[in-house]
C-alpha cells in the first residue's frame, strides 16, 4: 500500500458511521482520515529514515574498521614510547639533545633477495627493523641505505609493516648501490676479505650484504666486491674476541657494531656491547674481561629496568610490591 492511500477497512468504517445514526459531522471525518493518514505518512517516514540510517551504517563499516585500526596503533605508539621514555628517561632525552648524526654511510645490499627462501626474508625484514631502530635511538647514527629494495623483500614489508614508508632518516632505493654512489667510496664489509678493518672513514660508504644464508652462499659478498672492483674489509673481530663459531655476524649485528664504534670509539667495547652470548664471544685479555663484565652488568640493570617498566606501564600499580623487588634488585645489581 502506498503511503497516499487509505487503508480498505478505514474508509469502511467510517461509511458505517455515517449510515448508522446519521449524526456524524462529514468535516469531522474529514479531519480524522486526515489524521490517520498523517500518521501513515509519518511511520513510513520514520521507516523510511530508519532503512536509510541502516544503509549508511552497512556503507561505513570498513572506515569505522580502519578508524579502530588506527587508534589501535596510535594507542599502541603512544604507549611505546610512554615506556621509552620513562625508561630511565632523562638518560635518554639527555642522549637525544646530543645527537650527532655521522657522515658515514652505512649500505643494506638487498641484491640477493632471489637467493634467499621466504622464511629467510623474513628473516632479514626483522634485522633491517632492528638496525632501523637502533639507528633511530644512536648517538651518532649512520646516513642509512637500503639498495637494490624490491622482491620478496618489498613485498613482505609491505603484506606485514606498512609503516616502513613513513620510516625516516632511512633512503630506501631500488637501484643497486653503484649507481648510488663513487665506485671510490665503497666498502664492502665481508668476513672472507684478507683486509681488516682498523678506522671507519666517515667519509666512505661500507656496505652489508643484505643475506640470511645460513652459510651457504660462502664468500659470495667478497667475491663480489672483488668482481666490482671495490674495497672490502672484514671487522677486527679476531684481535680481541675468541668466537665458538664462525666469525660470520648477522646483518643487524655488524650494524649495530658500527654504530657502537662510532659512540665508543673501540672495537673491543664495540664487539662485546653487541654480541649475543650464544656467539661464544669470549675476551682475548684481561681488558676485555673486564669490558665484558661491565657489560653484562649494564645488561642485567637494563634488562631489570625493562621489565618494571613493563609491568608499570600494563599494570597500572597494581604491581607495587613487584616494582618496588624490581628496583631493589636494580640497585644491588647497580652497586
Ligand atoms: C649473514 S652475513 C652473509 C654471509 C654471506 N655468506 C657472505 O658471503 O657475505 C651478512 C653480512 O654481514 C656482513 N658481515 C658478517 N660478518 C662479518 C665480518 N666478520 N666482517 C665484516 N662483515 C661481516 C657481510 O656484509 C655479510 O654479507
Known sequence: MSSGMLPENLVASKVTDIKGDGKCNLDQ?????????????????????????????????????????????????????????????SFRKRLRRDVVPSTLR????????????????KKLHKQIQRCYAENRKALHPVQF??????????????????????????????????????????????????????????SKAYVIGGLVDHNHHKGITYKRAQEEGISHAQLPLGIFVKMNSRK?????HVFEIILAFLEKRDW??????????????????????????????????????????LL???????????SYLAMHFKNEVAG
Open 106 to 121: 652505512l649500505i643494506i645490499d638487498c641484491s640477493f633477495d632471489n637467493l634467499m627462501e621466504l622464511k629467510d626474508v
Open 312 to 322: 608499570r606501564a600494563n599494570f597500572h600499580g597494581q604491581l607495587n610490591h613487584f
Open 145 to 202: 641505505y637500503l639498495t637494490s629494495h624490491g622482491g620478496q623483500l618489498k613485498d613482505n614489508m609491505n603484506e606485514t609493516d606498512k609503516g616502513w614508508v613513513n620510516w625516516k632518516d632511512i633512503h630506501i632505493k631500488s637501484e643497486h648501490y653503484s649507481e648510488l654512489m663513487k665506485k671510490e667510496d665503497l666498502v664492502y664489509l665481508t668476513s672472507d676479505s684478507p683486509e681488516v678493518l682498523n678506522e671507519l672513514d666517515e
Open 248 to 252: 660470520v655476524l648477522a646483518v643487524n
Open 29 to 89: 471525518i474529514g479531519n480524522e482520515l486526515l489524521e490517520k493518514m498523517e500518521n501513515i505518512e509519518a511511520m513510513s517516514k520514520r521507516q523510511r529514515k530508519k532503512l536509510m540510517k541502516q544503509k549508511q551504517w552497512e556503507e561505513q563499516r570498513n572506515l569505522r574498521k580502519q578508524k579502530r585500526k588506527e587508534k589501535r596503533l596510535k594507542r599502541k605508539q603512544e604507549r611505546q614510547s610512554q615506556l621509552e621514555s620513562s625508561n630511565d628517561g
Open 268 to 309: 673491543e667495547e664495540a664487539f662485546f656491547t653487541v654480541l649475543p652470548q650464544r656467539k661464544g664471544a669470549k675476551p682475548l685479555n684481561e681488558t676485555t674481561e673486564a669490558t665484558m663484565c661491565k657489560r653484562q652488568k649494564s645488561e642485567m640493570v637494563q634488562g631489570v629496568a625493562d621489565v618494571t617498566e
